[in-house]
């Protein structure tokens, strides 16, 4: 250790504390420094904004102490598929973040994102969140400033001329990349033709392109291939958007899409994919019908047989009828005397008029839809890291729980993975998958965001019931070296950051 040491202080006598920076002493913790090697018992130091030193540390005069053996304390968490920008102007305090230890989100996911992003980052400088953000160019919110109401087709060689031109600007912008919805509308009227192109220029800016994949389910290796593809035709890093296995006829091949990643890798493709721990997603009713016909009566039932069981869908959102929020469709049904597929299509088709009215989707449904088996599969594969897709005030616990509950039940109580292994995708691996520099390892030098927790009580809380429950064990989280959540509540501190893409 006294080598070590003598470097840590070295390097913080390099860093030189600017004068009055707060220093805080954290000590006795077992430090687990994300790159996924055994943690070790020491003293971390934080003087302003940064980690200034690592070892046997003595208490200097006026520094804040923090007693945390027992503890772990890990880097902050990178939740890389965020849908905070949803609501992080009117909830900055992130709670649902930092109480489970993120302490950097990344939004502009599934193809939306904040227009212009220039935007939205001067928005974020005025007025900072306790979190740090991050941004990717959605891919959708490109095409209706392009295409507008006219998007049921494939783009003219000019519009995606025009589009890439946009996507360039919000690059300049500091976005991360491009991010695409391909179940969504309207990214699902776009042709692999049109990503590419998009796509292309952005590895010579250290850019990448991540999708929620044109299928998850019906077509869901074609949708793999497709951006595997990607990755193979411009050179780029890609990701898959919380991926997963969601339809009866998928359980259990786990393995073989592991296998099918893990063949494009050796074959040169940087394919990576993120993930969040639960059976279930959230999203709308459209995407049971790829099809878009509503009238189908075929396709809805095989939708309810084998992509989401009527018991198993949940509505969390309906603007034409809100007394159906929060129940079943098989409780719906019951309640409109119809059968399952019948009341399926009457929402379906109720939600598709409405949302052209309003111009918005009026709908969010919860489908129970997803193989246990294949989830600890995918969260095993060295190269996914953990999200939330959560939101900061959404109806899946997720946006609360989802990384407590990998270091709850997959680490502590199921052994899927070691708690080293566990931060390290939520960490380092994390920042490597989205070209973030400077956070995700716990180093000298590197931005204090931190979590300390209780490994042997740390726990997601947050339920379908009850999904804004804060999460068991995590004592306190900083950002960028100032407390932002401690004692079970968010302190109210503001210090996020603006994080734009730079060099790797
Ligand atoms: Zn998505």
């Given amino acids: 250790m006294s080598a070590r040491t003598a470097a840590a202080l070295l390097c913080s006598f390099a860093l030189g504390a600017p004068a009055g920076a707060q220093s805080t002493l954290i000590t006795g913790a077992r430090v687990i420094d994300g790159s996924g090697q055994p943690g070790i018992i020491a003293d971390v130091r934080i003087i302003g904004d940064r980690i200034a030193d690592i070892g046997i540390l003595n208490q200097r005069q006026g520094e804040t102490i923090i007693r945390a053996s027992g503890l772990v304390l890990a880097p902050g968490f990178i939740d890389t598929h965020s849908h905070a920008d949803d609501a992080i102007f009117a909830h900055p305090d992130a709670l649902a973040d930092v109480s489970q230890g993120v302490t950097t989100v990344v939004v502009g996911q599934d193809g939306g994102s904040p227009w212009p992003l220039a935007d939205f980052f001067a928005r974020l400088q005025k007025t900072p969140p306790a979190v740090n953000v991050a941004a990717y160019a959605g891919h959708g919110t490109i095409r209706d400033r392009v295409m507008g109401a006219d998007y049921k087709r494939v783009a003219t060689p000019a519009e995606v001329e025009k589009m890439t031109q946009l996507l360039l600007g919000e690059m300049r912008a500091g976005a991360l990349g491009l991010s695409s919805g391909l179940e969504y509308d309207p990214g699902i009227y776009?042709?692999?033709?049109?990503?590419?192109?998009?796509?292309?220029?952005?590895d010579a800016m250290h850019g990448r392109y991540i999708s929620h994949i044109r299928s998850e389910d019906y077509a869901f290796w074609k949708a793999i291939d497709e951006i595997i593809a990607i990755g193979r035709h411009d050179f780029l890093p890609v990701q898959v958007s919380h991926i997963k296995l969601a339809m009866k006829g998928l359980w259990g091949q786990g393995p073989q899409l592991v296998a099918r990643l893990d063949a494009a890798r050796a074959e040169g493709v940087r394919i990576t994919a993120d993930i969040y721990p639960y059976t279930y997603?959230?999203?709308?009713?459209?995407?049971?019908?790829?099809?878009?016909d509503f009238t189908d009566r075929g396709k809805a039932a095989f939708a309810l047989a084998n992509v989401v069981p009527a018991d198993g869908l949940i509505i969390t959102y309906y603007e034409p009828d809100p007394s159906y929020v929060d129940k079943t469709l098989a409780q719906i049904a019951a309640l409109r005397h119809e059968d399952d597929t019948t009341a399926l299509m009457a929402?379906?088709?109720?939600?598709?008029?409405?949302?052209?009215?309003?111009?918005?989707?009026?709908?969010g449904i919860i489908g129970v839809s997803m193989d246990e088996r294949d989830i600890v599969t995918l969260l095993q594969w060295p190269w996914s890291n953990i999200c939330s897709d959560g939101e900061l005030d959404g109806k899946h616990p997720r946006g609360f729980g989802a990384f407590t509950r990998v270091l709850g039940r997959y680490v502590r109580e199921q052994h899927v993975l070691t708690l080293e292994e566990a931060v390290r995708k939520?960490?380092?691996?994390?920042?490597?998958?989205?070209?973030?520099a400077d956070r995700g390892r716990l180093s000298v030098g590197m931005y204090a965001d931190l979590v300390l927790f209780d490994p042997t009580?740390?726990?997601?809380?947050?339920?379908?019931?009850?999904?804004?429950?804060?999460?068991?064990?995590?004592r306190d989280t900083w950002v960028n070296g100032v407390l932002v959540y401690a004692e079970g509540r968010a302190t109210g501190a503001m210090p996020g950051q603006v994080i734009r893409r730079g060099a790797p």
């Fill in 457 to 474: 009580t740390v726990a997601d809380r947050a339920t379908l019931q009850d999904p804004h429950a804060v999460s068991a064990g995590i």
């Fill in 190 to 202: 776009s042709d692999s033709t049109e990503l590419f192109a998009m796509a292309k220029p952005l």
């Fill in 281 to 292: 997603w959230h999203s709308g009713l459209s995407v049971l019908i790829p099809s878009r």
């Fill in 426 to 436: 939520m960490t380092t691996l994390a920042a490597a998958n989205t070209g973030i």
């Fill in 347 to 363: 929402l379906e088709q109720q939600a598709d008029a409405e949302s052209r009215r309003a111009g918005h989707g009026v709908d």
